[in-house]
């Protein structure tokens, strides 16, 4: 038996809707027509298949069991459909981001190279900032994703996605050698004796350092103010003072000479890097494909 799949497909949308006008608005078409059609499929199948009355339309037991196997068939065609309409979005478009300095050099490079490869055709766009920047910037719409390091203020419309945990420790030059000994691990009250090579005070670093001090009963402030994460190793190695880093920078850096870690006396607590996107607010496809790409190889 033959017959024709719109056939099939405005029976589909009627019984879906449970009205031949919600259907004919849908299919861009007219209620006669549909009912023509209908009646067609009807007659070719030798069966009724709705019930029809003034509040609209019910599927009769045997509109029922073709439904049951007709929508199954639509439902996989329209997920094609949607695969290959998103497939197609990525073959262009823009994907923006907010980035502190360290989340973009101990996680996001990678996964950018991965995407850069896969979607040669998306321009990427990145605001590298700090945490309360990116944050600000997810706010108002300049950008699709942040990524950031914590703490991060609470805020019930962002969705926050730690990615990676972070261990930090205090590192200095030639200068301060005198602090590197096993035996005598260095009490972050002795480092406030010296000068601090720190992020500005509107950093989510430079917070957490000001908020971890002064549990330990001394206070944190900086002598030198570093625009972004990775100069302070270069500010440390000229003598500048002391700094924390991420273990991921030292090893980065492993081959850089004269720096040196400094054994401490009390433990820096991990810290984070975290996906944040504003919560109910559809994401872009290729916004969506990058979140996709990270939580699958999480």
């Known amino acids: 038996m033959y017959i024709s799949y719109d056939h ?12 031949f006008t919600k259907a004919a608005d849908m299919l861009l078409s007219n209620q006669p027509n549909l009912t023509r059609t209908v009646r067609s499929l009807e007659t070719s199948l030798g069966c009724t298949l709705f019930e029809r009355s003034n509040k609209g339309v019910k599927l009769t037991d045997d509109g029922e069991k073709l439904y049951e196997h007709i929508s199954i068939a639509f439902e996989h065609i329209e997920a094609g459909e949607r695969e290959i309409s998103q497939k ?7 994907l923006s981001i907010g980035a502190s300095e360290i989340a973009l050099r101990c996680f996001l490079l990678p996964i950018l190279n991965e995407y850069r490869h896969k979607y040669p055709g998306i321009q990427i766009k990145i605001s590298n900032v700090c945490t309360p920047q990116a944050v600000t ?6 950008v699709d994703l942040a990524f ?3 703490p991060i203020k609470s805020d019930p419309e962002l969705k926050k996605i730690n990615l990676k945990s972070l261990n930090e420790t205090a590192i200095c030059g030639e200068a301060f050698r005198n602090l590197i000994n096993p035996e005598k691990p260095v009490s972050f009250r002795r480092i406030t004796k010296y000068p601090i090579v720190s992020l500005g005070p509107k950093t989510s670093t430079f917070e957490f350092y000001l908020k971890l001090f002064l549990e330990h009963g001394c206070t944190f402030s900086s ?19 002391i700094g ?8 980065a850096n492993r081959e850089e000479t004269g720096i040196y870690v400094i054994p401490l006396k009390e433990e820096i607590p991990k810290r984070y890097i975290s996906l944040i996107k504003r919560k109910g607010r559809t994401l872009s496809p290729p916004a969506k494909e990058l979140e996709r790409i990270i939580t699958d190889n999480l």
Do not use: C
Not at 137 to 142: A, D, E, R, Y
């Open 8 to 19: 099939y497909r405005i029976f589909y949308f009627v019984a879906k809707y449970g009205s």
């Open 88 to 94: 197609n979005s990525l073959k262009k478009g823009v």
């Open 137 to 142: 910037m997810l706010n108002n719409g300049l």
């Open 148 to 150: 950031v390091t914590t």
């Open 223 to 241: 002598d030198i103010e570093a625009a972004t994460a990775d100069q302070i190793i270069p500010l440390v190695k000229h003598n500048l003072g």
């Open 244 to 251: 924390f880093v991420p273990e991921d920078f030292i090893e």
